[in-house]
């Protein structure tokens, strides 16, 4: 059987507020590879129970995330919107690829460390075995390209080795079931690119912008009013000097080259472009205009969001629709890989 061709997965945990860095670093990227790739997008909920076992509200936030893909511009139809937990599929190939991957890549995993921090040996299981259950979203679809903020690439290389790993050691049954000489799974690679692939906080430019940041001005929600998004703009923290007109000055200014990036990727243009155009100028100058263009970008996501998210039964009919397309791929790639490991039915 040929490899997929141009098969891209990717997903987002319903864990609070989607904000600016999830829609620069993630979700704008997968409505734009919607023209030359077979997309597969999912709200990856089992996911969103590794650190915290009791969500309060975990069905509409998993609503929430699907509702954001379609208001960005996704197609539901054309391509596949679904939630992770109705594909069980998942955790079954994440339990052998449990069984598959080593103790010692595992250990390596730097966002267990800092997730984990100093009481790792009261973490959850799962939170340590969350790139297994990754990898296995993955190459459940045999996905070919992954789009991904610099923070999972790890994970991808896990997925990798992965990978690897099982079309090597079961190399001869995979060739004998007819599945070619290069393996069974593909060995993904990751989209990482463009000027805002790790979107800043507001508030502290050496900080990545983030959900669990206790304070709301440091971060911009996609369900924020335009009158939120310009004040947290007006009060984001830069500093006394005017822009340069070169990027390498920027260095060792974190907020203003972090302002200057999502500048640059909501107008799609490049940094260097940006400070040209704004060089000498004042934050007073330059943070209105950024307001200004953040309002036209995000304002429209934010109406059809809202507008989905009063229709919970048309959202929960784009999940599921999306869960039995998945499931027909998933059951497939199943029955393929229990005849490769051997097991009986």
């Known amino acids: 059987m040929a490899q997929p061709i141009n098969r891209v997965f990717s997903g ?70 679904f939630n992770q937990s109705q594909v069980r599929e998942h955790a079954e190939l994440a339990w052998m690829f449990n069984c598959v991957a080593r103790m010692g890549w595992l250990q390596r995993m730097t966002q267990f460390k800092e997730k984990a921090g100093k009481n790792a040996q009261n973490a959850s299981v799962g939170l340590f075995t969350y790139p297994n259950l990754m990898a296995a979203d993955i190459l459940l679809y045999r996905a070919t390209h992954v789009p991904v903020g610099d923070d999972q690439k790890q994970h991808l290389e896990l997925t990798r080795d992965i990978a690897a790993k099982f079309n090597h050691d079961f190399a001869k049954r995979i060739k004998e079931a007819g599945h070619g000489e290069d393996g069974y799974f593909p060995i993904t690679e990751p989209i990482i690119e463009g000027p805002a692939t790790r979107v800043m906080s507001l508030r502290d430019g050496s900080k990545k912008m983030s959900k669990s940041e206790p304070s709301d001005m440091s971060r911009i929600n996609l369900t924020d009013s335009a009158d939120d998004i310009a004040k947290k703009i ?103 890989v229990r005849s490769i490991f051997g097991f009986l039915g």
């Open 12 to 81: 987002v945990q319903p864990t609070g507020n989607l904000h600016l860095g999830n829609y620069l670093g993630a979700i704008r990227k997968f409505v734009a590879m919607q023209e030359s790739h077979e997309c597969i997008y999912c709200v990856v909920d089992l996911h969103a129970i590794t650190a915290d076992l009791v969500q309060d509200n975990l069905k509409q936030q998993t609503r929430e995330i699907a509702a954001a893909f379609v208001a960005s511009g996704i197609d539901p139809k054309s391509h596949i919107v």
């Open 234 to 336: 007006r009060k984001a923290k830069t500093d006394p000097d005017p822009l340069p007109d070169n990027l390498e000055d920027l260095k060792g200014r974190p907020e203003a080259e972090n302002l200057v990036g999502i500048y640059a990727a909501l107008n799609d243009v490049t940094p260097d472009k940006v400070v040209a155009e704004y060089a000498g100028q004042q934050f007073g100058t330059f943070k209105p205009a950024l307001a200004e263009l953040a309002v036209e970008k995000l304002a429209p996501i934010n109406t059809e969001m809202r507008k989905l998210m009063d229709d919970k039964a048309h959202m929960d009919g784009i999940l599921e629709d999306g869960a039995a397309r998945a499931r027909e791929i998933a059951q497939q790639t199943m029955k393929e």
